[in-house]
């Protein structure tokens, strides 16, 4: 059951700590928040490969428990993902295309995400907000922007009934000088969410075909 619900966030994975209230937080007024998607759009459009450190922290209702995942993250365009759970457990997920392979204790198994139009449309949000940088200036999502202390908040809220059956809110935090994503809180209607934070991005760097290989 604990790999079923990382699917729910592995797109998003998919992508990319607990977030500053907002009474810390000064909202974007129109322009300013105009300029942001403008500047975050150039730099994801410019991103040609990404890897990184997470950390995963899922907050779930029926415990009090917060559970914690570590592992590293790698992205090359178009549209490669790889995942990699490395505490408690190990355990491998590369989004290719359209196909998501899971690998774990030398087991690996490939499925369509033409069958699955949940994990689909997480890993596509995922990549497009990495690779095409429309998920902020997209008709799917309203959006409210602020800025806490040197970083940028974006908070969205699905407008698309299909995402808003497993999606409540979507809050996307931007390093005010490298303008990468580096935490993602994602709240489902059931008040359940998951946060993943970034550490030591590097962004462009070769990353060999077979990283992307389960």
């Not at 928040?33 to 890897?51: D, F, G, P, Y």
């Not at 392979?101 to 949940?118: F, I, M, V, Y």
């Amino acid at each position: 059951m604990m790999h079923i619900s990382k699917y729910n966030v592995l797109a998003l994975a998919l992508l990319f700590c607990c977030a500053p209230g907002f009474a810390q937080r000064n909202a974007l007024n129109t322009e300013e928040s105009a300029a942001l998607r403008a500047k975050v759009t150039a730099n994801t459009k410019s991103l040609q490969s990404l890897q990184s450190d997470f950390i995963q922290t899922k907050k779930l209702s029926y415990t009090d428990k917060a559970i914690r995942s570590t592992g590293k993250f790698y992205f090359k365009a178009p549209g490669k993902i790889r995942w990699e759970y490395l505490s408690p457990s190990s355990y491998v997920v590369v989004f290719d295309g359209q196909t998501m392979h899971t690998k774990e204790g030398g087991r690996t198994r490939s499925t369509n995400l033409a069958t699955n139009r949940r994990t689909q449309g997480l890993n596509e949000l995922l990549v497009s907000s990495l690779q095409e940088g429309d998920m902020l200036g997209g008709d799917r999502f309203a959006t409210a922007y602020f800025r806490d202390k040197t970083d940028y908040i974006a908070v969205l809220t699905p407008k698309d009934k299909r995402l808003s059956s497993y999606i409540r809110q979507v809050e996307l935090v931007f390093d005010g000088t490298s303008l990468l994503l580096t935490r993602v809180t994602l709240t489902d209607p059931r008040g359940d969410s998951t946060q993943l934070a970034f550490t030591g991005q590097r962004k462009n760097e070769t990353i060999p075909d077979a990283t992307f290989r389960p």
